[in-house]
């Protein structure tokens, strides 16, 4: 997720970029959007299981750092969710009460970024730098599923 | 009361804020909303070719990048000097009655209907479009997410792509659709019309008959005498994505009709100290200040706007609807904020009427859907009715078609004056001297805010999709005495 040409906001589709070509599409679908709230629920309906990697500015954290969460570290977002959108917590929600085919395990790799402000199509440099552990991150999680092979074309994780 | 010079470079830190000042007696002396900034798009855009601009304009916005798309395809058709083949005409008029179908029902049930269905003073935490389901019925919810994927599927077969739509041209489209795929948008249509119907039932049993609904639609604080913009067709009739601009006054009376190109001999923008973000106001009534009225250049755009300017809708169901809400409410134009969520209704009724419509022309599947152009590009406006209201792209190039200048006023940006007094005027008829401000009637001050459907996205060209809000609320030394945010984490 993200915006490619918000500077740092763009990091995902710079991830996604580097795993593109790397797995049997039966198998392992790789989207890159700009979309949000709902319209992310329908792009994930179907799925048994989804990464989502995208920016984050905690306020806390170093600027690179590469986190791993799961949708439940969400849910204090969907309970101050308000009328003024619907969040990524609440859009899973929605779709797990309306029973549709929500995806039974969900993980986000978040980036901590520095510039979502400035229009750009590059990261700064501290977040360029980050992009290869991000992607080893993900790839990690996909060989943990089990049947996904990586074909070899970047790194081994 | 103590002036107070806010510093909006030192104060933001991502998300917009709502600031109420209080006087020396408790009562609500001034309301300023605040969206961060984000910097250097036009300069981002200079020296790109301009058809790349239909690409990378819908970025500004992940919740509606289709008016952008667009209204910047419809910019570069006018650089280059050039008319697209009526097939292409139709088939983006499909595509964007199908992105207004896919954004008003988003908007009406996950941000208006939680007001109305669990009332304005529930807990947040059922306030949302998970406690409308819960009330209404999973069924209802099911319904909701099945038509908004409807019109996003007609949107990504025209599209080219589901999360990107890359179909618009100067001169027409990248693609025609087939016979098949036309007759796929027919029977979605179909279902869309009796969505439609259904959701303006809905709004009824839910909103109308309920008389403490109607008082608060109907009531002074949510009130505001304005002029009102928006496009019309040839008959004067609503139309999303070509006409003319309408202007009428706080009577109704019309003041102006103008092509797209020449929107800068009717507009202008004002600026402020405490705002990024400008403020546009009719050029030939003047800038007067945060006032409403007929001597004031404020004008709103967005669905009550557009009804207000029109005289109907094109489509018969739509119309009937329209007349009915003007009847309920005492007679055009109608002032009440609020009222927005019903135009919103009745203009989704005329999207899915006029999708149906569309896609049941055989001229809609036509293989000729592109002229190309043969002038020499120089300079040109593109205009569409987006769901927040009327969307300007203005482009300059050289001879060879790079962008020299590039200026844009997004629907929400037409309507940043209404909405600060809007604020204003709520947050004065709701908070008085000595009273406990809960969030209950912090949330009604918000109410006054989200009944425009502000996308700050476009704005400021901010995220995509998350407007995180904070409001506080200040003593006459600007001392926080208290604070209400919104997915702040």
Known sequence: MGNPILSDDGVGFRIVEELENRYDEREVTVIATDLAGLSLLDLILGYDKVIIIDSIQTGEGKVGQVYRLDAEDFTTTRHAASPHDVNLATALELGKRLGLSVPREIVIIAIEVQDVTTFGESCTPKVERAIPAAVKMVARELAGWGRHKDTGLGDQA | ?489
């Open chain 2, 1 to 489: 009361m103590k002036r107070i010079t806010i510093d909006p470079i030192t104060r933001l830190e991502g998300h917009g804020k709502i600031e109420l000042f209080l006087d020396d007696d408790g009562n609500v002396a001034n309301a300023y909303l605040q969206i961060p900034e984000l910097r250097g798009f036009e300069k981002f855009c200079e020296g790109r070719p301009v058809e790349e601009l239909p690409r990378i304009t819908p970025r500004i916005c992940g919740v509606c990048p289709s008016a952008h798309h667009m209204a910047s395809t419809k910019a570069t058709d006018a650089v280059y000097h050039v008319n697209p083949p009526p097939a292409a005409k139709k088939l983006r008029e499909l595509y964007y009655c199908a992105h207004m179908c896919h954004s008003h029902i988003a908007h009406f049930y996950a941000l208006a209907a939680p007001d109305f269905v669990l009332g304005p003073t529930a807990d947040p935490a059922e306030r949302n479009i998970l406690g409308v389901v819960a009330r209404v019925g999973l069924e209802i919810g099911g319904e909701v997410i099945k038509h908004r994927a409807y019109a996003q599927e007609i949107q990504a077969v025209i599209g080219g792509k589901a999360t990107h739509s890359v179909c618009g041209l100067p001169g027409g489209m990248s693609r025609a659709i087939t016979e098949e795929e036309r007759a796929v948008f027919e029977e979605k249509a179909k279902s869309m019309v009796e969505f439609a119907k259904f959701s303006l039932k809905l709004f009824d049993d839910v909103v109308l008959a309920n008389k403490g609904y109607v008082d608060l639609i109907t009531g002074d604080i949510y009130t505001m005498q304005s002029y009102y913009m928006g496009m019309v067709d040839a008959n004067n009739k609503v139309n999303f994505y070509d006409g003319n601009i309408r202007v009428v006054d706080p009577e109704g009376k019309e003041v102006a009709k103008f092509k797209p190109a020449d929107y800068l001999d009717y507009v202008a923008e004002h600026t402020e100290p405490w705002s990024y973000l400008k403020f546009p106001f009719l050029k030939k009534v003047g800038w007067k200040g945060f006032v409403e009225g007929k001597e004031s250049g404020v004008y709103r755009v967005a669905p009550l706007a557009r009804l207000n300017v029109a005289d109907g809708m094109a489509t018969p169901i739509a119309q009937e609807a329209y007349e009915r809400m003007y009847q309920t409410l005492g007679g055009k134009p109608v002032h009440a904020t609020l009222a927005m969520h019903w135009a919103r209704l009745v203009e989704l009724m005329y999207a899915a009427e006029r999708l149906l419509e569309l896609s049941q022309d055989k001229e809609v599947a036509d293989p000729n859907v592109r002229t190309i152009p043969t002038a020499t590009p120089d300079e040109g406006v593109g205009v569409v009715e987006a769901p927040r209201g009327t969307l300007f792209h203005h482009y300059q190039t050289d001879e060879r078609g790079i962008v020299k200048k590039v200026n844009l006023i997004v629907a929400t940006g037409n309507n940043h004056a209404a909405i600060c007094m809007s604020i204003k005027k709520a947050a004065q008829g709701l908070i008085k001297a000595g009273q406990v401000v809960s969030e209950g009637l912090l949330n009604m001050v918000e109410m006054a805010f989200r009944a425009y459907d502000p996308c700050m996205a476009c704005a400021t060209h901010t995220l995509p999709g998350q407007m995180p809000l904070e409001v506080i609320i200040r003593d006459h030394q600007g001392n926080v005495l208290q604070t209400l945010s919104r997915n702040l984490s």
